[in-house]
């Protein structure tokens, strides 16, 4: 059902992208430091069925292009490369930010939280790029298709929701290190590690066939 090797791989690089602090982390901080774990549950919630929509209208198209283009997707799985070597170039070179963003929607406002999240999830290019382009590189010709993107999908919605949680939790621990430009230096800075990593280890499954 599926390749353990390729789905490890996958589980590091969507960890290092989803803790790479973006618009969502960003919203999830700023609603946890209102509200705490319980005042940005809703907002969590959003992020995660946004991020479920859009991966499923995603790897929607995928399907038809591994079942009948097996060239493009071999093109998919190079430019996959390229983009997880640029975001590793991009989040090293981004600038110290406060990840604190001020005047957002209160956190006990659970419906408008949810629907902000979701909206800011599925309007967001970047999640729909990483999917389209990355996600070939864990797909193993050999099995089915389906099984192996309902997993992955299922597990990169429930990642984001965890990252969220652990995240909120953090930060109602630890205010002044996440609203300290330092934090975000720290953190893109360590996913840019991983992505570059992650880049390497899918250039040598390629070359080994795998």
Not at 12 to 28: C, K, R, T
Not at 74 to 95: E, N, S
Not at 109 to 121: I, K, P, V
């Amino acid at each position: 059902m599926l390749n353990l090797s390729l789905f490890s791989m996958f589980i590091v690089i969507s960890l290092a992208n989803i803790f790479a602090p973006g618009a969502g982390v960003v919203y999830a901080i700023t609603t946890g430091i209102q509200g705490g774990l319980r005042g940005n549950f809703w907002c969590r919630v959003g992020l995660a069925v946004g991020i479920l929509v859009l991966m499923t209208a995603s790897v929607s198209g995928l399907g038809v292009i591994v079942a009948n283009s097996p060239t493009i997707f071999t093109v998919l799985r190079f430019i996959g490369i390229a983009y997880l070597i640029y975001l590793g170039i991009k989040a090293w070179r981004a600038p110290a930010t406060s990840l604190i963003a001020d005047g957002a929607i209160p956190a006990h406002n659970g419906r408008r939280q949810f629907a902000e999240a979701f909206m800011l999830q599925i309007t967001n290019p970047q999640p729909l790029v990483f999917f389209i382009s990355l996600l070939p590189q864990f797909i193993d010709q050999k099995l089915a298709y389906i099984p192996q993107v309902v997993i992955m999908t299922i597990v990169y919605s429930f990642l984001v929701f965890a990252v969220m949680t652990i995240y909120t939790f953090a930060v109602a621990r630890a205010r002044t290190f996440f609203k300290s430009p330092q934090a975000s230096l720290i953190l893109r800075r360590t996913s840019a590690v991983f992505f570059f990593i992650i880049a390497a280890l899918v250039i040598v499954t390629m070359i080994r066939g795998v």
